[in-house]
């Protein structure tokens, strides 16, 4: 079984700067993920360089494929 987590978040850069996202998808390894571990694989899928701090909101958890989120389960670069 796949689980996702669907999710808003927030990510302010260290460099100034901030970027906001709704109903954001990311791989997780399972439906125990904390919200520190969902932020970590955003800032990881996305390669996001300078992220300073990462706020994450509305999380939901999902069974879905996973789709190869960078840096999730799935990824064979792990």
Do not use: C
Request: hydrophobic share 40%; proline share 4%.
């Amino acid at each position: 079984m796949s689980w996702r987590a669907v999710f808003d978040a927030e990510v302010t850069f260290s460099n100034d700067g901030g970027l906001q996202a709704q109903g954001f998808r990311v791989d997780i390894p399972g439906p125990d993920v904390t919200d520190a571990e969902i932020g970590r694989l955003f800032v990881t899928s996305l390669d996001l360089l300078m992220a300073d701090t990462v706020t994450v909101r509305n999380v939901r958890l999902i069974e879905e494929e996973h789709k190869g989120t960078r840096g999730g389960p799935s990824d064979l670069r792990r």
